[in-house]
């Protein structure tokens, strides 16, 4: 194991959200990373990437993928062995909906503790079904972009959310149920 070179006014941990669909954890997720300026890890955008980069894990996962089945835990754990090792994951990282098994968080814990950060933070997020509900009959994404927003929310609807993000390339026409 390589020597403990961490800031102390860093996050130095992984922080995980968990919780059903909807409730949040992307957004949390996402704003935690930004004030801690640590990456903020999915394991969608993992094989997302991983597939688009035709590494040899893309390639294994890319049929189970397109079947719209599971990625066995063997692919999805390596995965994230690899991207945790990256040099910008050494302050810490948020995960977004991941581990989601007991197997999977039992990895995650010996690969942490293999590489010396501190307990990870676990963050559930509880919400009434109700709201849940909500939130996911209004989720709509870009086609193009990929930004998120929610038909029921008025400072995300896609008009707004367009002109509001100048880079944004969605214009409201672009818009799929997610």
């Known amino acids: 194991m390589a020597p403990d070179t961490r800031h102390p ?3 130095d941990r992984a922080v995980i ?6 409730a949040g954890k992307g957004t949390q997720a996402s704003e ?3 004030k801690y300026g640590v990456p903020h890890l999915s394991t969608g955008d993992m094989l997302r990437e991983h597939v688009a980069k035709g590494t040899p894990l893309g390639l294994k996962a890319k049929p189970i993928m397109e079947r719209g089945e599971l990625v066995p835990d063997s692919l999805v754990l390596q995965m ?4 945790i090792e990256r040099p910008d994951c050494s302050h810490g990282f948020v995960f977004d909906g991941f581990p989601r098994t007991v197997a999977q968080a039992k990895y995650l814990g010996e690969l942490l503790k293999h590489h010396g950060f501190k307990r990870p933070f676990v963050i559930h997020l509880v919400i009434d079904p109700s709201v849940l509900m909500r939130r996911l ?4 994404t870009c086609k193009v972009g990929g930004e998120i927003y929610n038909i029921y929310e008025r400072r995300r609807r896609p008009r707004e959310f367009a002109t509001r993000t100048a880079a944004s390339s969605c214009s409201g026409r672009t818009i799929a149920k997610r």
């Open 32 to 34: 935690l990373a930004k």
């Open 9 to 11: 006014d860093k996050l």
């Open 137 to 140: 009959t209004g989720r709509r």
């Open 17 to 22: 959200f968990l919780g059903p669909p909807g």
């Open 80 to 83: 994230v062995a690899e991207r």
